[in-house]
């Protein structure tokens, strides 16, 4: 946003026939396109889409959807019935229980296996990994990863993000890899 922003505002300053008008003009149609595609990708909704594009282009307010995503490098259910989940990314995860923050934890060590079961342990606990997407996302993912040649499946993007399972760039995350693997 702040790129194309940033674009925007320098075109504003250029002479209507110089060069570097025309370059940037190339740039701030890039990125809109970049960014429509993007829309289409990941916002189901076309109002919403529509809103995104009014704020990019228009400088609206910021939509409040779709809400950001905090990565989910592990979730599990403990004895207790609690859902045990840990957000983040690298050495800068956080530990909720049932919607709670419970504490800061480093883990990237023990969240960055890509074997199919993982048992998590905390509070003298021992936590097995479990998964919120749909059989079909995991089955259309895992036929992804074995033809790379594929289209992405996208249709399950949104699902397969906020599970944790893929990052922006539809890559497998560790987590992703043992969800696949587990099939």
């Given at each position: 946003?702040?790129?194309y922003?940033?674009l925007?505002?320098?075109?504003?300053?250029?002479?209507?026939?110089?060069?570097?008008?025309?370059e940037?003009d190339?740039k701030?149609?890039?990125?809109?396109?970049?960014?429509?595609?993007?829309?289409?990708?990941?916002?189901?909704?076309?109002?919403l889409r529509?809103?995104?594009?009014?704020?990019?282009?228009?400088?609206?307010?910021?939509p409040?959807?779709p809400?950001?995503?905090?990565?989910?490098?592990f979730?599990?259910v403990?004895?207790?019935?609690?859902?045990?989940?840990?957000?983040?990314?690298?050495d800068e995860y956080?530990?909720?229980v049932?919607?709670s923050?419970q504490?800061?934890i480093?883990a990237r060590?023990?969240l960055?296996v890509?074997?199919p079961?993982?048992?998590?342990?905390w509070?003298?606990?021992?936590?097995?990994e479990?998964f919120?997407?749909?059989?079909?996302?995991?089955?259309?993912?895992?036929?992804?990863?074995?033809?790379?040649n594929?289209?992405?499946?996208?249709?399950y993007?949104?699902?397969?993000l906020?599970?944790?399972?893929i990052?922006?760039?539809?890559?497998?995350?560790p987590r992703?890899?043992?969800a696949?693997?587990?099939l």
């Amino acid at each position: 946003m702040h790129h194309y922003q940033h674009l925007h505002n320098e075109l504003e300053h250029e002479k209507p026939e110089g060069s570097t008008r025309r370059e940037l003009d190339d740039k701030v149609l890039d990125v809109r396109e970049r960014f429509d595609r993007v829309l289409d990708e990941w916002v189901p909704d076309e109002e919403l889409r529509e809103q995104w594009r009014e704020y990019i282009h228009n400088r609206r307010p910021e939509p409040d959807e779709p809400a950001a995503i905090e990565p989910l490098a592990f979730q599990g259910v403990d004895d207790a019935g609690s859902v045990v989940q840990v957000r983040g990314k690298a050495d800068e995860y956080q530990l909720w229980v049932d919607g709670s923050l419970q504490e800061r934890i480093a883990a990237r060590k023990d969240l960055s296996v890509d074997k199919p079961v993982l048992r998590f342990r905390w509070d003298g606990k021992e936590i097995a990994e479990t998964f919120n997407a749909s059989e079909e996302a995991l089955n259309t993912l895992a036929a992804y990863t074995d033809d790379r040649n594929a289209s992405p499946p996208w249709e399950y993007a949104s699902e397969l993000l906020a599970d944790g399972l893929i990052d922006v760039h539809f890559d497998l995350t560790p987590r992703g890899k043992r969800a696949v693997a587990g099939l």
